[in-house]
């Protein structure tokens, strides 16, 4: 779905646009900032750090100032009283500098004090897209993940030598949230979709990571050698996007009509509305 801003270029317009640009240069700024999570060592007692620069720990508190502390905030409200009881959550703080050229001297600086257990980047890890299915584990256990622990799963392999992935002539249906049919596990591998809940909207591919993507992965991925592997890669999807009882009802009904085999539904009430009792 795409849309189109038409408006006259005027004074106006310019104003807007010089707001935009500077609202990006002070985004783009504060994304320029670089975060740092410290862990104190079990020996020191965690401070209360809220409006300070510092932990009153004369060794860490002379790497703050040399390296330009910009802000550091504890991850526990309450450290010292909260200690007892988190002890290592509680000696966490999230310390945040300005200038990214010197991540590696600020964790060096960390490093070398006495008072820190680790110190690692507050970041996150894109992981690239590749073959997962050797980490699998509940497909296939060879221990990869513990070796007391290899053989148990469901035997996937061993199902797949004799029946193989699955037809795609049988449709499982999969009522959740929404999908995002554009996954690259499950390009293929949709064979209808309904937005039950909001049918007006005329779409039912949404580009969210929601719980309904990864459901109908597990089900059904691609056997592609890239991201996971799904139980029964060979069988073809029916996504329904549901949110109350009556999307739930139109999406069943219409998962008969199209003739599927297998339905899963991750929906739930605790008031038992006894409409979807009644169409199970």
């Known amino acids: 779905m795409s849309s189109e801003l038409r408006t006259p270029v005027g004074s106006t317009t310019y104003v807007v646009i010089i707001f935009l640009s ?7 700024e504060s994304w320029a900032d670089e975060s740092f999570i410290l862990r104190l060592a079990d020996t020191e007692t965690p401070p209360t750090v809220s409006d300070s620069l510092y932990f009153s720990i004369a060794g860490l508190d002379s790497v703050g100032t040399e390296m330009g502390l910009l802000t550091l905030t504890s991850i526990a409200e309450n450290p010292a009283t909260e200690a007892a009881e988190i002890p290592r959550l509680a000696r966490m703080y999230i310390a945040t500098y300005a200038d990214t050229a010197k991540v590696d001297s600020i964790i ?25 299915y050797p980490n699998q584990w509940t497909l296939n256990n060879t221990g990869q993940i513990d070796p007391n622990y290899a053989t148990v799963d469901i035997d996937a ?13 049988i449709k499982v249906a999969v009522l959740d949230q929404e999908f995002w049919t554009g996954h690259p596990d499950l390009v293929g591998q ?4 309904l937005n039950a809940t909001f049918p007006e909207i005329g779409t039912t591919d949404f580009s969210v990571n929601s719980h309904g993507t990864p459901i109908a992965g597990v089900i059904a991925g691609k056997n592609d050698g890239a991201g996971i592997k799904g139980v029964a890669y060979g069988t073809r999807l029916l996504t329904y996007s549901v949110l109350y009882c009556g999307s739930t009802l139109a999406a069943l009904e219409a998962a ?3 003739g599927a085999r297998v339905i899963s539904s991750s929906v739930g009430s605790t008031l038992s509305p006894q409409c979807i009792l009644a169409a199970r």
């Open 22 to 28: 500077l609202l990006l240069m002070v985004i783009g």
């Open 108 to 132: 060096a600086r960390y490093e070398a004090c006495s008072e820190i257990e680790y110190v690692e980047r507050d970041t996150v890890q894109l992981v690239p897209y590749t073959d997962y």
């Open 157 to 169: 392999p061993e199902a797949w030598s004799l029946i193989g992935g699955g037809s795609s002539s």
């Open 190 to 193: 949709v064979a209808g979709s």
């Open 256 to 258: 008969h009509l199209a």
